[in-house]
T-cell receptor, first 119, second 116 residues
Framework: AQKITQTQPGMFVQEKEAVTLDCTYD???????LFWYKQPSSGEMIFLIY??????QNATEGRYSLNFQKARKSANLVISASQLGDSAMYFC????????????????FGQGTILTVHP | GAGVSQSPRYKVTKRGQDVALRCDPI?????LYWYRQALGQGPEFLTY????????KSGLPNDRFSAERPEGSISTLTIQRTEQRDSAMYRC??????????????FGPGTRLLVL
């Protein structure tokens, strides 16, 4: 079974500073992917960044980067130079082959972290 | 270049009624997923399809919930004899394929269901 844990219900950061949102995971799949989504107050789910279990380098997408530590089973999201528009709920999610299947299906989500950026 | 669309966006129904929620995936996307999201929680998987074939329905809570995708495009999630505990946001997502782990799932705006 796959499990995602986000231990920070809420985080606060000053505008222009960097912030790290924690995510740990548990899986027995050798091949898996880790995703981060942003959910602003409008309710949409916006894909931010992806990290594969076999990727040698940490993923980066603009101001987003992923601090992937495979041995620790953590995939923390780092947002640099925070902006007011970054205030939202952030979800970490995992995807792997289930029950020995041949395709990758569901995403398993964590509970989310609410990020508030202060001016 | 339209994204995933869902209808209705809001649905209020009385306990015991049946509801049908529709999802129109991104054109050309083979895989379609249904999730349920309670307020303040992460989405929870319900079921998913590749083309018209239902690949995994392990997340459907009970036999009142069913889904279909008869022509491999639009999908309908049906909840029979609704109960108040069914109230939630129902989200649909699609991806180009499900054979590659990094394939991104793109989410629709969701249908907010309220069962009175």
């Amino acid at each position: 079974a796959q499990k995602i844990t986000q231990t920070q219900p809420g985080m606060f950061v000053q505008e222009k500073e960097a912030v790290t949102l924690d995510c740990t995971y548990d899986t027995s799949d050798p091949s898996y992917g880790l995703f981060w989504y942003k959910q602003p107050s409008s309710g949409e789910m916006i894909f931010l960044i992806y990290q594969g279990s076999y990727d040698q380098q940490n993923a980066t997408e603009g101001r987003y980067s992923l601090n992937f530590q495979k041995a620790r089973k953590s995939a923390n999201l780092v947002i640099s130079a925070s902006q007011l528009g970054d205030s939202a709920m952030y979800f970490c999610a995992m995807r792997g082959k289930y029950a020995g299947g041949t395709s990758y299906g569901k995403l398993t989500f964590g509970q989310g972290t609410i990020l508030t950026v202060h001016p | 270049g339209a994204g995933v669309s869902q209808s209705p966006r809001y649905k209020v129904t009385k306990r015991g009624q049946d509801v049908a929620l529709r999802c129109d995936p991104i054109s050309g996307h083979v895989s379609l997923y249904w999730y349920r999201q309670a307020l303040g929680q992460g989405p929870e998987f319900l079921t998913y399809f590749n083309y018209e074939a239902q690949q995994d329905k392990s997340g459907l809570p009970n036999d009142r919930f069913s889904a279909e995708r008869p022509e491999g495009s639009i999908s309908t999630l049906t909840i029979q004899r609704t109960e108040q505990r069914d109230s939630a946001m129902y989200r649909c997502a699609s991806s180009y394929t499900s054979t590659v782990v990094k394939e991104t799932q793109y989410f629709g705006p969701g249908t907010r269901l309220l069962v009175l």
